[in-house]
């Protein structure tokens, strides 16, 4: 069975600081991979989603990347995170090239202070 | 581009009432519909899906009828529980765009009283 992790779980970091979010999937091959980013109580923002190693789309303008550096792994990662970086945020998986549901990671809340 | 919009919450039941979370789409192709389930500093999960007009998804009591008709995948459920409390997100997805996106209303917070 397919199984989706991410870590850390929670996170408390600076402003101006570096992020580096990880995201791995077992038990599938070259799934697409999605970050997505939710507000306190506000609805999913799809930040970067990916259909193959080193291939990324990029959803918002924003001072966050991402990566795909194995079929399985997806990072997050900032140089330098403000305020407004601070959220929950989801990694998703689905299979590759058809409609079918999406799988969510447990979440890694993110504090800026 | 294609859109999800779902009824502004929270909803607020008691336990036993019915339960309705309207939700209607836009979309250029035929797409696949979603209800997720979000508990509490948790991540999403698929709670039940519908891939073509006339498809009926149910899970754990709760069911929702793709109406292209309509637009919409409204979900419903008899009699809900305390445990139900949560916020609820209708997704869809659409190949027929050319893109492997996602499409997530704002979500619906349910909360069941005893």
């Known amino acids: 069975s397919q199984t989706i992790h991410q870590w850390p779980a929670t996170l408390v970091q600076p402003v101006g600081s570096p992020l580096s979010l990880e995201c791995t999937v077992e038990g599938t091959s070259n799934p697409n991979l999605y970050w997505y980013r939710q507000a306190a109580g506000r609805g999913l923002q799809l930040l970067f989603y990916?259909?193959?190693?080193?291939?990324i789309s990029s959803e918002v303008p924003q001072n966050l990347s991402a990566s795909r550096p194995q079929d399985r792994q997806f990072i997050l990662s900032s140089k330098k995170l403000l305020l407004s970086d601070s959220g929950f945020y989801l990694c998703?998986?689905?299979?590759?090239?058809?409609?079918?549901?999406?799988?969510f990671g447990p979440g890694t809340r993110l504090t800026v202070t | 581009g294609d859109s999800v919009t779902q009824m502004e919450g929270p909803v607020t039941l008691s336990e036993e009432a019915f339960l309705t979370i309207n939700c209607t789409y836009t979309a250029t192709g035929y797409p696949s519909l979603f209800w997720y389930v979000q508990y509490p500093g948790e991540g999403l999960q698929l709670l039940l899906k519908a891939t073509k007009a006339d498809d009926k998804g149910s899970n754990k009591g709760f069911e929702a009828t793709y109406r292209k008709e309509t637009t919409s995948f409204h979900l419903e459920k008899g009699s809900v529980q305390v445990s139900d409390s949560a916020v609820y997100f209708c997704?869809?997805?659409?190949?027929?765009?050319?893109?492997?996106?996602?499409?997530f209303g704002t979500g619906t917070r349910l909360k069941v009283l005893a």
């Open positions: 998703a998986w689905s299979p590759e090239g058809a409609s079918y549901e999406q799988y």
């Open positions: 990916s259909v193959g190693i080193g291939q």
């Open positions: 997704a869809l997805s659409d190949l027929g765009s050319g893109t492997y996106k996602y499409i």
